[in-house]
């Protein structure tokens, strides 16, 4: 199929990829569509971990969560039929706007696109995937926040320069990552220096006056269904209630992350963690996990107790959990670069990006694809400066 058909096809978001007719009977398929066993066992053998691609997180993403719903995949399967490699997927016209001939990760909030292949049959997964796009008529798949240095790109990375290509990336920063295979008051005291865990300790021992200070950790369902509430509630009575983004505050979120912590700690892939001052909730947070790596998803404070650094204090109870639990070897901040709490904490760092992936040499659309985001970022720039402008007028202001 020519490469104008899926341009020209992708005119509705929800019907952008299903309309695709390929050559040869192979198309993307609803997200829905895919076998919920098939699903976990290949996360079980995944060659990168991936929180937001589990079945249970990201078909409720899926369901409910605005601008997210009606996702895509294409599927890879080996001779006998299992599943090797998953991407859930969207047009470029849903992602970016732009009708390009390309497949894109879909956004599986919070910004983490690592699809999921065999780590036993990686290049065959790999190989498989690019396959299926080529038969849907895509001249590339666009991989957004991807580690660069990770698994599955180093599988994409090696299938490529079999044809002499190799990946395009869009761009990539560097976000806090906390390496949970070190000693954890070692790690803290090399980040932080005495001075400053001191001042942390003075301020958690002042926090103790209002009761006695304990950190929580529920994790079956019937754990974090009220855990959950309560970490709504703090997130919503901040900075993010005051802006309207609190999850609270949107019904679709609100279904959507009530649904995906109940069923991620049903299968012992979700938390909620809570710091106390006696029965009064000081901050709590949302941790997703999946095989060796955690994610530190969104964070809620009690802004009564903000001279006390709630945020920070919650941050060093989860390092030292997490450093604590040998099933874990790293956690991802997802947070944006040089985040003013986290980044002078967790000291490491890991690589993220948008991808480009072209699927045919000397492929003209390649650069015409790659040229059209870069102006798009481009347009874009101002609008943000203008937005981040007008927020921090209405923050004075209040």
């Given amino acids: 199929m020519h490469a104008a058909s899926v341009a020209g096809q992708a005119r509705s978001p929800d019907s952008a990829n299903a309309a695709a007719q390929p050559r040869h009977g192979v198309r993307a398929i ?5 076998s919920l066993p098939a699903w976990r066992s290949l996360a079980e053998r995944a060659a990168e971990p991936n929180a937001c691609y589990l079945p249970e997180w990201e078909l409720a993403v899926n369901a409910f969560s605005p601008g997210r719903t009606n996702a895509r995949a294409l599927s890879c399967h080996a001779d006998n039929g299992e599943l090797i490699g998953l991407m859930p997927t969207v047009s470029a016209l849903r992602a970016y706007q732009l009708p390009l001939p390309a497949f894109v990760t879909a956004d599986a909030f919070p910004p983490l696109g690592t699809i999921l292949i065999d780590r036993d049959k990686a290049d065959e997964a790999v190989s498989g995937l690019m396959q299926q796009a080529r038969e849907n008529g895509a001249r590339a798949l666009i991989l957004r926040d ?22 395009i990336v869009l761009k990539a920063h560097k976000r806090a990552l906390l390496d949970a295979t070190l000693d954890a008051d070692e790690l803290l005291h090399e980040a932080l220096g005495s001075k400053k865990l001191k001042e942390l300790r003075r301020q958690r ?8 200070v304990t950190y929580r950790i529920a994790s079956t369902s019937d754990e974090v269904i009220p855990a959950l509430e309560v970490f709504l509630k703090l997130e919503a009575s901040g900075w993010k209630g005051k802006r309207g983004t609190a999850l609270l505050q949107n019904e679709g979120h609100l279904a959507f992350i009530r649904r995906a912590v109940r069923d991620m700690a049903a299968r012992g892939h979700g938390q909620v963690i809570s710091l106390y001052a006696g029965n009064t909730p000081v901050a709590a947070a949302v941790v997703l996990r999946h095989l060796d790596r955690a994610i530190y998803f969104k964070l809620g404070v009690n802004e009564r107790f903000a001279k006390y650094s709630p945020g920070v204090q919650m941050t060093l109870e989860l390092t030292r959990q997490m450093c604590a639990d040998p099933a874990i070897a790293s956690v991802d901040s997802t947070a944006d670069a040089n985040h003013s709490m986290i980044d002078p904490i967790w000291r490491e760092r890991l690589a993220v990006g948008d991808i480009l992936i072209p699927l045919h040499r000397n492929d003209p659309f390649v650069p015409l694809i790659r040229g059209a985001l870069a102006l798009r970022r481009a347009a874009m720039v101002p609008a943000r400066k203008a937005v981040h402008l007008i927020r921090r007028i209405k923050e004075k202001r209040s």
């Avoid at 021992?205 to 006695?212: A, C, K, P, T, V």
């Fill in 30 to 34: 609803s997200l829905t569509g895919i």
């Fill in 146 to 167: 991807t580690p660069i240095e990770g698994g599955v790109m180093q599988a994409f990375t090696r299938v490529l320069g079999w044809s002499g290509l190799r990946p």
């Fill in 205 to 212: 021992n002042r926090l103790g006056e209002s009761g006695e």
